[in-house]
């Protein structure tokens, strides 16, 4: 999971200071609501030195971001945006950075969420080891042992390709490890 350093944040620079040769702007923790992120925007915006020159200070944009696993923010990403995708990743980590960036359903981020909460099956080392986990779980490896099958001739490895053909996808992980989801 996320430790504190790895929040996902956002740097909102005020416009105005910006195109008056200022840089000026805050770093904002994302994973908190949108209605919060924009009470620290119009926090930043009073504080601005465009206000000395004249200048209206009310526009803003998002210059930089970090913790967000690879996914990709606009400058105007509307807050509502940012807070779920920040609240997503905070709860889930990186698998669901992995899974959004991937798959994305519909328009809101909550229900790509509530996608990836029926999706994710886990981490793994690779496809077969999670081929092999999920015959152990149902029961399948002990039957076939019943049997009097030897494991050990069975080609795991073409159970796994035929599995994430249809059934299953996998994305890269941390460690040289996948994140493996379900196809819907």
Sequence with gaps: MLTLTDTPRIYVACLAAYNNGFLHGAWIDADQDA???RKEVREMLKTSPAWKIGDICEEWAIHDYEGFEG???SEWEPFETVSALAQAI?????AFAAYYSTVTYGDRVADTVARFEE?????YDS???FVMEMLDECGTLDAWEAAGMNLGYIDFEAIAR???INDYFAEPAPNYQIYVFAYQ
């Design 90 to 94: 905070a709860d889930h980590g990186p």
């Design 127 to 129: 496809k077969k080891d």
């Design 35 to 37: 209605e919060d992120i």
């Design 71 to 73: 996914i990709r923010l």
């Design 162 to 164: 035929d599995w994430f």
């Design 119 to 123: 999706d994710y099956r886990g981490t």
